[in-house]
């Protein structure tokens, strides 16, 4: 009988000029739509400008854990958090930055379903972990890619990361909702970090 596909993450998008209202909104959405032992990825654009801006980070922290003295339940978890660095072709200047916020929902973890999974499931979520693309930025919390793939690569990336093959996910925008299915990653269209090494020029010191 073929397993029912189920979803295996959500995502809340949030707009740039979203009001703390309509944050709300978006983020309870997305945790009502969580399964248990899932993930819930917060994911917003960061101005580049000293502006007032809305504190999506300290919101969306207090929506899901609660303030600290009141997470005694542990119903959810906070996972990890990172930025995507977007550039244009042939340039090393950042254009755009996307920052993301992972929280987990109590109960069994994903991996958990590696004992029940079929081999072409298995075979289909399993990562090229030896790509340069891998072990210099996905392995890593600060990613860097081209400007076109922006919020929609950070979403299959991390879908990549958190969910099985067979598993679709939802990303919760502020007016539509959508369910994506699991796209196998291709690490030939993103960007590898190369270290560069700066030549510093040491004065000698009379004193």
């Known amino acids: 009988m073929r397993r029912k596909t189920e979803t295996g993450a959500v995502f809340a998008v949030i707009p740039r000029d979203a009001s703390t209202s309509q944050t709300s909104k978006i983020i309870a959405e997305a945790m009502s739509r969580t399964p248990d032992g899932r993930h819930l990825i917060v ?53 755009i930055v996307w920052t993301w916020l992972v929280f987990r929902k ?57 969910t099985w093959a067979d598993e679709t996910i939802d990303v919760i925008y502020l007016k539509r909702r959508e369910r994506r299915a699991f796209h196998t990653p291709d690490y030939s269209r993103d960007l590898i970090g190369v270290a560069v090494k700066t030549t510093y020029n040491l004065c000698e010191v009379h004193l």
């Open 43 to 95: 994911l917003w654009r960061a101005t580049n400008e000293w502006v007032k801006s809305n504190p999506i980070e300290a919101l969306a922290t207090e929506l899901i854990l609660r303030q600290p003295n009141d997470r005694q339940t542990a119903a959810w978890e906070f996972f990890g958090n990172g930025v995507t660095r977007c550039y244009r072709s042939q340039s090393e200047r950042v254009e």
């Open 106 to 162: 109590a109960g069994e973890k994903p991996y958990r379903r590696k004992r029940s999974v079929g081999a072409n499931v298995a075979a289909a979520s399993t990562l090229d972990t030896l790509n340069k693309v891998f072990t210099r930025d996905v392995a890593n919390n600060v990613w860097h890619m081209p400007i076109s793939q922006g919020a929609s690569g950070t979403i299959r990336r991390l879908q990549s990361l958190l």
